[in-house]
């Protein structure tokens, strides 16, 4: 078994940007975590054939959690590959599923009665991103501590995320609950958290798992 970065590079709002899905190998399958913003799929399709792997071999998605940069493509991939398990919390399923509005389009509602003359644009697309994004049926929907992808994988709920332990890899995938900044693990957008004290909680419960590899979807992978 063995887990690698999809490196993306895109422009967003005229600045360059990336983000880092995570494949990982185990036997013959392969499970990608994450998908991307709305028709990301060509590009992480590209890293595929960059890595040497093909998408007839992907069995899985896991979705950390509801957020336009991480759930945009699902759709997509899940309608050109039907068979595909979706994976994803019990909590969050529900956002995706579209069971329920998802927190964060909540609290982008609640910023923009608040928001300076010159962001109110940015907030208004922002939230028309998330109305647009197209719901998807949750296959597996998973829980703390749980052992999935064959008991290689142990389910760590933080909260509104879910991380994901590999001990015989000594390795985390972090979804946005540790992001890579400045050789360090940081709480990705402090300003955007929807609860900061919980957003230290979950940092602090990633750093306690005593990983050697963090796999940052944001930043990329960190080492101790």
């Keep these: 078994m063995k887990i690698i970065e999809l490196p993306i590079e895109f422009e967003f709002n005229g600045q360059k ?8 190998i185990l036997k013959n399958e392969l499970t990608l975590v994450d998908t991307g913003y709305h028709d990301f799929l060509p590009l992480i399709e590209n890293e595929f054939i960059k890595n040497g792997y093909e998408m007839k071999n992907l069995k899985n998605i896991i979705i950390t959690h509801f957020d336009i940069d991480h759930i ?3 759709y997509d991939f899940k309608e050109k590959y039907p068979l595909i398990n979706i994976i994803a919390s019990e909590v969050e399923s ?3 599923s579209g069971e329920m509005k998802s927190e964060r389009l909540v609290q982008a509602e609640e910023m923009l009665e608040n928001m300076p003359n010159q962001e109110i644009e940015f907030g208004k697309w922002f939230i ?5 994004l197209k719901h998807v049926s949750i296959d597996e929907k998973v829980h703390d501590g749980e052992l999935i992808l064959d008991n290689e994988c142990r389910v760590v709920a933080t ?3 879910i991380s994901l332990y590999f001990p015989s890899l000594k390795s985390v995938i972090t979804g946005d609950a540790a992001v890579k900044e400045n ?3 940081v709480i990705a957008n402090p300003h955007f958290c929807l609860d900061g004290e919980k957003a230290e909680q979950s940092l602090r419960k990633i750093k306690n798992l005593k990983a050697e590899n963090y796999y940052c979807y944001h930043g990329g992978k960190f080492t101790l």
């Design 159 to 161: 909260p509104g995320h």
């Design 94 to 96: 529900k956002y995706i």
């Design 183 to 185: 050789h360090e693990l």
């Design 128 to 132: 028309q991103q998330l109305k647009n």
């Design 72 to 74: 945009g493509s699902l």
């Design 17 to 24: 940007n990336h983000i880092n899905p995570s494949l990982i």
